[in-house]
């Protein structure tokens, strides 16, 4: 090993760089995860509707974007639509393929939710007179939403840590600015190294957080 | 859509998958064996490496994939540690590997009912034989489904080998659409391939999940 010395001096100018693209990389995944949540609840709901069409096209959905790379639907977002057409910027082919990734787990989470509701429930509101979207309005899905919380969160820290790949097509978040900081200074090391622990700040605290949140949301009455 | 494209560049790309499953098998057997010793400190009767061991996998696990490459393969030649592509994307795929593994590892065996600690003691048992002969082979069935979920993970992310220029599947694709600008069609079908492997790895864990839940 050459002695190496470090210069910390580096990580201090890019500070305020650094921190922007972690904010943006804290944005980009709550908004990303608004959205997937939106559109998993509602493709869960699709595939609980009767009728097997629904049924197939989100299991389709599903299981096409969780077994294929993230990085493969980013190219395709952005390298590939153009040639049909739709150009998309960095930051919308970005967040339309992290939404789209994220939103196939959701949907699971929530199929899974929504099916571990005991029948029972279905019945009683039912019987008490409520209506399809009210009885899942007001009995199913509160349910559902506890049952899958603590998957939820974790692929909110699988999308936070994701949306670094993002950075691949020169969307700005944490990444890029690491990547764009220490391929001016030659630093890598230590600027690498601020970046990772502004990740694992992030993940931490958000982990803590999600936690707290679970235990409240299970305390709390129905 | 050009069909003739992808007929044409299937066998580059199928060269390129050869490669995407040698890096997929050289990190599964590397990461696994790390994680399992590192999922087994979790249980040593001393506090201090057991905290040590459950500080690192945390930390390791917060970071992006992404940024353990780029911290190998960019950052460590600063120390004048330079490694090649290939064994700085398995090197670093192993260490993601192995921490997770470590965590399917440590839930397994906290998913074993307390009950069956001690009557394992209490018919006479040492503690390496509890672990051996009872709680392990318990186990390790309630492991096969979140690992295997973590093997497809680990395959779709060996596509991140590409951005530092390793040949694989998506270096192959890359390639590819350099010479013949069909980025569209091209990319769609190294997702195909990457499908074809995982699909049924994810099918296996689902069933293996189903078969776990009936008594």
Known sequence: ?222 | MNGHVVVDTLPYLLRGTLWTVTIAVAVIVTGTLGGVVLGLLRFVPWAGPRALVAWAVELVRAVPLLLLLFFIFFGLPALGLKIPTFPAAVLAMSLWMAVNTSEVVRGGIQSIPHGQFEAARSIGLSEIQTMSSVIVPQAVRRMIPPFVGLCTILIKDTSLAAIIGVFELTRAAQETIERTFKSFEIYLTAAAIYFVICFPLTRFAQRAEARLRRP
Request: a positive charge; zero cysteines.
């Open chain 1, 1 to 222: 090993m050459t002695g190496y010395s470090f210069d910390w001096s580096a990580v201090v100018r890019g500070l305020p760089y650094l921190l922007e693209g972690a904010g943006l990389t804290v944005l980009i995944s709550s908004v990303a995860m608004v959205l997937a949540l939106i559109l998993g609840l509602a493709l869960a709901a699709i595939s609980q509707a009767p009728g097997r069409l629904g049924r197939r096209v989100v299991a389709a959905y599903v299981e096409v974007f969780r077994n294929t790379p993230l990085l493969i639907q980013i190219f395709i977002v952005y390298f590939g639509l153009p040639q049909l057409g739709l150009k998309l910027s960095p930051f919308l082919s970005g967040l339309s393929a992290l939404v789209l990734y994220a939103a196939a787990y959701n949907t699971e989470i929530f199929r899974a939710g929504l099916e571990a509701v005991p029948h029972g429930q279905f019945e009683a509101a039912r019987s008490a007179g409520l209506g399809e979207l009210q009885m899942l309005r007001y009995v199913i899905v509160p349910q559902a939403v506890r049952i899958s919380f603590p998957a939820l969160g974790n692929n909110l820290v699988s999308l936070v840590k994701n949306s670094s790949l993002v950075s691949t097509i020169g969307m700005v978040e944490l990444m890029f600015v690491a990547n764009d900081i220490s391929f001016n200074n030659f630093r890598t090391l230590e600027i690498y190294g601020a970046a990772a622990v502004m990740y694992v700040v992030i993940v931490l605290a958000l982990t803590r957080l999600l936690h707290a949140a679970e235990g409240r949301l299970l305390r709390a009455p129905a």
